[in-house]
């Protein structure tokens, strides 16, 4: 079993920065792949961003070059630095693990939320004009 306990959420001013952290215990295994989703008032969860255990990234269009994703293995935490924050980046946060399926499968559908199955209780953001 996998716990995840997601901080560092707030409000803040169009153009902040904040940043989240996520906690993990558990499997090692489990958390080989980790991400970032959002779900903002009356929409879908969607893909923030995901990274591997060696650190490599993947990242939603509407972040890329904003937000800043990281881990720290040793510590087996998820961080997202998000700067230049938008009023369309406001939702709950959830950080998420335990990818079902394979590298293929990571690199072209991360982004849907039916393919993870640890996720945090999520951390709001809320980003005011």
């Known amino acids: 079993q996998v716990q995840l306990v997601e901080s560092g959420g707030g409000s803040v001013q169009a153009g902040g920065s904040l940043r989240l952290s996520c906690s993990a215990s558990g499997s090692a295994y489990s958390l080989y792949y980790m991400a970032w989703f959002r779900q903002a008032s009356g929409k879908e969860r969607e893909g923030v961003a995901t990274?591997?255990?060696?650190?490599?990234?993947f990242g939603a269009d509407s972040v890329k070059g904003r937000f800043i994703l990281s881990r720290d293995n040793g510590k087996n935490t998820l961080y997202l630095e998000m700067n230049s924050l938008k009023p369309e980046d406001t939702a709950m946060y959830y950080c998420?693990?335990?990818?079902?399926?394979?590298?293929?499968?990571?690199?072209?559908?991360?982004?849907?939320?039916?393919?993870?199955?640890?996720w945090g209780q999520g951390a709001q953001v809320t980003v005011s004009s």
């Open positions: 998420a693990t335990g990818f079902k399926y394979g590298g293929t499968l990571w690199r072209r559908d991360w982004g849907e939320r039916d393919n993870w199955i640890f």
């Open positions: 990274i591997d255990e060696a650190g490599n990234t």
